[in-house]
């Protein structure tokens, strides 16, 4: 458990993730929001600080291989609340999200905030090139976004800390060659695409400027066919439930295996979604639902979404199925009756069927809206061109949550519906290059911490990787609890779960130790 010095300052919060703005959009490997504490925020000295959601710019390249291109506005967000001449700067970006809402990474009710406080350092937040309101145009056309790259992000990285002067008291004499920076990132910006992964790709690709890291479930892994998705889920998830959605499933398979039109007709009947044309665009409705898997936390029970959906396939008239469920037949009828009377009004509002869960309309807001701030279609441009991470059906003789239908092709071919001007085909993204590139599981990096949760859908794209069995070192430790999604980020996790409060312990303790290291 954390001590109580450390977490003095902490007031009651809770995770919340960024719901999924459309239905096509699929899980994003986001880091959660976490809300800052409400309080009045001073320095050591005693001297009142700006609110934390103050908002600072950086003349940020817009092009690093063409610095006579100019700059942009990149915004970013710090505090100084813990801070002493000498300490670190800690340096974070929310990854594929507007960075508004995310400034509660900045104090003690994250893990940040946790090791600013021990180490008395300063937390800086930026956003991410083409995410939000730090970009470089006023589009996201597929000219603009030639410069939404994974090596773009880690140059505005490293760009920053050699270059920004910090509106802090010696902000200006806190390069990395002054003082020791530490890069922390939550799932894309972990290894880079999220920021748990940027973390990593930043230090292995710009090694000396990041002194430490910090990874929470950095999906370091670029992964095309990222059937692993659902590995957790279907492992983690109430089992009754479990079994009747590979009933469901393997039902949905087998009649579309054998061409069985009356038959899948009358199933898409049983959903409400008797309209929609085509079938992997009803394979791809029935997994909307695993998604909200991505949104628990500790801190998250009854009446989440999720535990709503298996609550209304296996309890019945009071009593809850087996491990085994009721079988197939309640089972659709169940799924149905929820996917109709419950789901689809929140997955859809008030949209017919076609034009919410169809992939045929290419002319429908989703692929065309170009305006910023969109970051459905920033991060679609990096599914598409580099990382993949198709969350599809897995192998045969394996078991099947999401139907075998859904293959990489089926999200592909929304690259091409979205971006018509850079693909004309769907298109393979470039996932071995990303990972010769940026070192992907086989990466070693010294002073790099690796956090990560058995539960977590992404978990399978970490260096958790079941079948990896990859080992930590003193110089990489590689710790996993029994947490969800990032939820070694907050410290009211670690305060909920013993496994999360213990990696989070660990993390600070080798921070100390790090540090202790930093000569200049």
Same mark, same amino acid.
């Given at each position: ?11 009651s ?40 959601t ?5 003349d940020?390249?817009?092009d ?7 700059t ?11 801070y ?9 970006t ?34 991410h090139?083409?995410?939000g309101?730090?970009?470089?145009y ?13 090596q ?24 990395p ?12 910006a ?20 990041f ?5 929470s479930?950095?999906?370091v892994e ?16 109430p ?18 295996q ?7 007709q ?6 409400g ?8 665009d009803f ?9 909200s ?7 998250v029970?009854?009446g989440a ?27 659709i ?15 859809c ?5 076609? /034009? ?22 920033s991060?679609?441009?990096?599914v598409?061109n580099q ?6 059906g897995?192998p ?5 949550i999401?139907?075998?239908?859904l ?8 690259c ?31 002073? /790099? ?18 079948a ?13 609890g ?9 410290t ?7 496994s ?8 600070l ?12």
């Amino acid at each position: 458990m954390l001590s109580n010095v450390l977490v003095v300052a902490l007031l009651s919060t809770s995770l919340v993730n960024a719901t999924i703005p459309n239905a096509m959009s699929g899980g994003r490997p986001t880091p959660p929001k976490i809300p800052a504490p409400k309080r009045n925020m001073t320095s050591p000295n005693g001297t009142a600080l700006p609110p934390i959601t103050e908002v600072y710019y950086f003349d940020q390249l817009i092009d690093h291989n063409n610095p006579d291109l100019g700059t942009f506005q990149q915004r970013y967000w710090m505090s100084w609340e813990f801070y002493e001449p000498g300490g670190p700067i800690i340096l974070t970006t929310p990854g594929e999200s507007n960075a508004d809402g995310f400034e509660g990474y900045l104090t003690n009710v994250t893990i940040n905030g946790m090791i600013a406080q021990q180490q008395s350092g300063a937390a800086v937040l930026i956003e991410h090139r083409f995410f939000g309101y730090s970009n470089p145009y006023d589009n996201l056309n597929e000219q603009s976004l030639e410069l939404l790259t994974i090596q773009q992000a880690i140059d505005d990285l490293v760009f920053f800390a050699q270059t920004a002067d910090l509106p802090m008291p010696g902000g200006d004499q806190v390069k990395p060659d002054q003082a020791p920076w530490i890069l922390i990132g939550g799932s894309y910006a972990g290894a880079f695409l999220f920021p748990g992964a940027l973390t990593s790709w930043t230090m292995l690709n710009k090694p000396g400027v990041f002194f430490a890291g910090y990874s929470s479930s950095g999906v370091v892994e670029a992964i095309t066919d990222y059937y692993g998705y659902f590995t957790a889920i279907r492992e983690y998830m109430p089992q009754n439930c479990s079994s009747d959605v590979q009933a469901v499933i393997a039902y949905l398979d087998r009649i579309d295996q054998q061409g069985d039109e009356d038959a899948i007709q009358g199933l898409k009947n049983s959903f409400g979604l008797g309209s929609l044309t085509r079938t992997d665009d009803f394979a791809s409705a029935l997994r909307q639902i695993l998604f909200s898997w991505q949104d628990l936390q500790p801190n998250v029970g009854p009446g989440a979404k999720f535990f709503d959906f298996c609550d209304a396939l296996e309890v019945k008239d009071g009593v809850s199925a087996s491990a085994t469920g009721w079988g197939l037949d309640y089972a659709i009828y169940a799924w149905g009756n929820f996917f109709q009377a419950t789901y689809y009004s929140s997955l859809c509002g008030n949209e017919d069927a076609e /034009l919410c869960l169809g992939t045929s309309n290419a002319s429908q807001a989703y692929y065309t809206d170009v305006s910023i701030n969109n970051s459905d279609r920033s991060w679609m441009w990096f599914v598409c061109n580099q990382v993949g991470f198709y969350q599809v059906g897995p192998p045969q003789g394996q078991p099947a949550i999401v139907s075998r239908i859904l293959r990489p092709v089926y999200d592909e071919s929304r690259c091409v519906s979205m971006f018509p001007n850079k693909f004309s085909t769907p298109p393979t993204p470039s996932v071995g290059d990303t990972n010769t590139d940026y070192g992907g599981w086989g990466v070693q990096i010294n002073r /790099l911490f690796f956090a990560n949760g058995l539960r977590d859908p992404w978990r399978e794209a970490t260096v958790s990787a079941e079948a990896l069995n990859k080992a930590g070192t003193d110089t990489q430790p590689i710790y996993e609890g029994d947490g969800f999604h990032c939820s070694d980020l907050s410290t009211e996790s670690g305060m909920l779960d013993e496994s999360i409060g213990y990696v989070q312990m660990a993390a600070l303790g080798y921070m100390r130790t790090w540090l202790a290291e930093w000569s200049g």
